[in-house]
């Protein structure tokens, strides 16, 4: 009995190029080889110009131009949602996103993942190769969704969190960002006011040589002096700051000593506080709600947090957990957790609704922190504007007393 030969293994190659039109066209295709890839582009009329494995990875300076943020991940898990929900096979739902995708960096990854699923993988440990777009919480719920047959509901679960976080995210940044622009235009503007409008009033000054006011002889010292150091300023600030992240990332006192700062500020804290805790309920929920052990939940919930100090409290919890203690007791030795999250989780447990009840407490705290920063930049705003006024209209006077102190001894 003749026995056929096994068929080749395909891989997966992505491919641009142009069809008989003349119209720029890309796509995936499997095929044994490279040569019989192309070779099966040109039967359909394609001209290929460029072709290569889903699996070779990018050269760097691609890697760079194509690094993919959470919002473009977001969108990718929310289509592979929808798509699976319809019906679509994994595969053939990864395939779709890899032809439609405008973001060339989301159109590799996603071949990259037909190719890996293609080769045997589960799709939890093709996600597990990509740990730099795919998170611990990502593959921890892929693979209870693929063991529990619920995949397409996780994805749900998991797109809503990430557009959720975005949200949270996107608000810390404009409450943070804001006033650090609205400073940094203040010292560009001072420094320009000093290093060229004030030399020209130097100028017009020693030729009247009459004596100045003392705001005057102040400013045009601090003129003469940024002109001549200026160059010192700038190293000590860049290295100053390139030490301090520096020592961010790698010195944890420091790390822990900067959170407990910003939790600790005046308008600042309270939203950072809020974020945390709005991030920290979510994680939370959508773990219980997916069948997650509780201390793995903790472990990710912490992760999740932008604040290092909540990271540290989860870690607690979760030694609390183990040792017996239940959620609501461990999170109310905390003083970092608020007690309305505290009594929200107890009332969870005790109606074995717990997830949702941490979903509640997540809206909750998120459109308690979007509140927080809708009252404070009304308040920023016209401080920081009254600060560069004040700066301004300051040196501005002070260069010009000299000329009103000439209208007084001229005036009758």
Known sequence: MKIDPPDPPKNVYLWRGEDAFGQACRGTLQSPDADMATQA??????????????????????????????????????????????????????????????????????????????????????????????????????????STGNLEGILSRL??????????????????????????????????????????????????????????????????????????????MALGLGAGILGYRRIVALKQFMHRLVLAAPIIGPIVRDICQAEFAL??????????????????????CPNFIFGEAATNMQRDIESGLALSVAMGSKSCVSKLLVMMTAIGEETGCLDKMLEQAADHYAAQAHGRIERALPLIEPAMMLCLGSMIGGLIIALYLPMFQMGTLFSP
Not at 66 to 89: N, R, W
């Open 41 to 146: 582009l040109q039967q359909q009329g394609v001209t290929v110009t460029a072709l290569r494995l889903a699996s070779e990875p990018l050269p760097m300076a691609h890697r760079l131009q194509k690094g993919l943020c959470k919002k473009v991940i977001a969108h990718f898990t929310h289509h592979l949602a929808l798509l699976l929900e319809a019906g679509i096979p994994i595969l053939n739902a990864l395939t779709v996103l890899t032809q439609e995708s405008e973001n060339r960096g989301l159109a590799a990854l996603a071949a990259a993942l037909t190719q890996e699923i293609s080769n045997g993988a589960s799709l939890s440990e093709a996600f597990a190769k990509h740990p730099k777009y795919f998170n611990d919480l990502y593959r921890n719920l892929i693979w209870t969704g693929e």
């Open 283 to 304: 994680t939370l929920s959508i773990t219980q709600a997916s069948g997650l052990p509780m201390a793995t939940g903790l472990s990710l919930a912490g992760k999740s």
């Open 159 to 236: 797109a809503v969190s990430q557009q959720r976080s975005l949200a949270l995210r996107a608000s810390l940044k404009k409450a943070s960002m804001h006033p650090l622009i609205m400073m940094f235009v203040t010292l560009v503007i001072a420094a320009i006011l000093l290093t060229q409008v004030v030399p020209e009033f130097e100028q017009m000054f020693s030729q009247q040589q009459q004596s100045l006011p003392g705001p005057t002889r102040w400013v045009l010292a601090a003129s003469r002096h940024i002109q001549h150091t200026w160059l010192i300023y700038a190293s000590i």
